[in-house]
């Protein structure tokens, strides 16, 4: 297992629950993964009224015609069986006065159906919970801080990794299965709510293995990331303050923009006020929102001086989910035997162009269990380790972050993306040449050389395989 966020740490106690024998590999500590940053929360068909079907039409209509259907029903199906399990877990969501499970209202949703703990703190809690049980688990082996470096595959089947510590000599693991949970790469553009590692190493590692990656174009961009000079540029502003009734104003006042549209049309409209107003934020008014329902938020604010009682918070859009990743199928399998992907670094499609509110938290758990298991009946490993191949899994420098947000930030075009095509990280090209591929506009990808979605390539997924250029599938 590498990667000890939400995914996997919750894939690593489903497998050691099946009986497996789980090590664990973690590059850097909890507070400095995605999940321990998630605010919102959860998406799971629970209230009375709702279904998964409904979540299902939601997730798909926001995917933009490429959400992959199974993928997608899997997710909203399962969903409300994982809110259960975290339940059983010991991780305690938000109450109701009732004492019914409080659902919160988001972007792109028919109704409430967020699951949430500690107001907006609810990656914190879980991430904590599910961190105390691993530790404690005698199936599984923490090995922390190691960074995973390359995957060692034998007869094309992956059976192990290296692992690389701060200071000292590599460590290798042999395993029956090896499941990436690395997170994703929106710290690879320059403005970001992403924790500084999430630079999509699991991408590097598996497309190193031969394995294929998925839908690199579309990074979704949120619209609400706090637009400040210094450390807290980029702290994000929960869509769910939008649900509770923020609104988003120009600068003179005026709103602009559906606040509870899905995210790719809001952090568009945003954009195109900025451009137009010349301003580098809008302004969140949260003077309608209760802030006692977001502490955590409300003690941020307070650390930069803002007084959202009294002012609007100054916001722009910044890189914040990866939708494409290690192409996987409905257990989480690459096109590699005995590699899987989950989390934030898979991509199953279930997105499609741009994801729903809080459908990737409930991605890491439903596809995490689905994975967890699969893995648990795949062959042991060969007695002895075959050599991997050093991979290239370095940290992206400042000028590829700001290649990056110029050439594939909100608006591309080729000129741009040829220019990227240059780029010294690898994955930066990868992107490049996925964004290049896609000539329409669509989600979080929008080509101002091709404003216009070609209904021919509605369902299509970009495929890149080891060292081949991308190519479109129809991945049902
Ligand atoms: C600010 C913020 C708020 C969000 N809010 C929500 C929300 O409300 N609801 C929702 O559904 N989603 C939300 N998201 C998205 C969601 O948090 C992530 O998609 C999800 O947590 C990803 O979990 P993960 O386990 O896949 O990756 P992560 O939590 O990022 O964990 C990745 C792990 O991989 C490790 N790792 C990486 N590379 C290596 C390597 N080479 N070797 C060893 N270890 C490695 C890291 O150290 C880390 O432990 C939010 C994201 C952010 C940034």
């Known amino acids: 297992m590498v990667g000890a966020g939400a995914a996997g740490l919750y894939t690593a106690l489903v497998a050691a629950g099946a009986g497996a024998r789980v090590s664990l590999v973690s590059r850097s500590p909890l507070a400095q993964t995605a999940s321990y940053w998630a605010q919102g929360g959860i998406a799971a068909a629970l209230a009375a009224g709702d279904s998964a079907e409904r979540h299902l039409e939601d997730t798909v209509a926001a ?23 975290l339940q059983e877990l010991g991780v305690r969501f938000d109450a109701d006065r009732d004492g019914n499970l409080a659902l919160g209202l988001e972007g792109g949703h028919s109704q409430r159906r967020v699951v949430h703990a500690g107001g907006a703190a609810t990656g914190r809690r879980i991430a904590r919970d599910l961190s105390a049980l691993a530790a404690t688990d005698e199936r599984i082996e923490v090995l922390e801080p190691l960074a995973a470096t390359s995957l060692s595959t034998h007869d094309g089947r992956c059976i192990g990794l290296t692992a690389r510590p701060r200071r000292g000599d590599p460590v290798a693991v042999l395993a029956r299965a090896v499941i990436l949970a690395t997170g994703g790469m929106a710290a690879l553009w320059e403005r970001s709510t992403n924790p500084r590692g999430a630079i999509g190493a699991g991408l590097t590692l598996a497309h190193g293995a031969g394995a294929g990656l998925a839908d690199l174009e579309f990074m979704q961009f949120h619209p609400t990331a706090l637009r400040l000079d210094g ?28 606040e509870l549209a899905p995210r790719d049309q809001v952090a568009l409209a945003i954009e195109a006020e900025l451009e137009r ?59 590699v035997p005995g590699l899987y992907a989950v989390g934030e670094s898979a991509c199953t499609g279930l997105h499609g162009a741009n994801r729903l509110a809080s459908n990737s938290l409930a991605e890491c758990f439903v596809f ?48 741009g993306l040829g220019r990227l095509l240059d780029d010294p990280f690898p994955l930066a090209r990868l992107i490049a040449a ?20 070609d209904p021919a390539l509605d369902g299509m997924h970009t495929l890149v395989g080891g060292g081949t250029a991308p190519r479109f599938e129809l991945w049902k």
Not at 231 to 258: H, K, Q, S, Y
Request: net charge negative.
């Open 277 to 335: 107003s010349g301003e580098r934020a809008v302004g969140l008014d949260l003077r309608g929102v209760d802030m006692g329902r977001f502490p955590n938020i409300a003690a941020a604010l307070e650390a930069v001086a803002i007084d959202p009682r009294r002012e609007v918070v100054p916001v722009a859009p910044a890189a914040h989910y990866t939708m494409g990743g290690v192409a996987s199928d409905l257990d989480g399998r690459s096109s």
């Open 231 to 258: 450390p807290r540029d980029g702290f994000l502003m929960t869509e769910a303050l939008r649900g509770e009734g923020a609104t988003l104003v120009n600068a003179v006042g005026e709103r602009f923009v559906n």
């Open 434 to 453: 996925s964004c290049l591929a896609r000539e329409e506009s669509r989600g979080a990808h929008q080509r101002t050389d091709h404003p216009e979605t």
């Open 63 to 85: 995917g933009r015609g490429i959400a992959r259907a199974s993928a997608a029903r899997v997710l909203c199906e399962e969903s409300p069986g994982s809110v259960r399990d």
């Open 368 to 415: 995490g269990r689905r994975a967890g298991l699969a893995a648990c009946d795949d062959p042991p490993p060969p007695a002895a380790m075959a050599s991997g191949g050093e991979t290239h899994t370095t940290i992206p420098t400042e000028q590829t972050r700001a290649a990056l947000w110029r050439h594939a930030g909100l608006q591309r075009d080729a000129t």
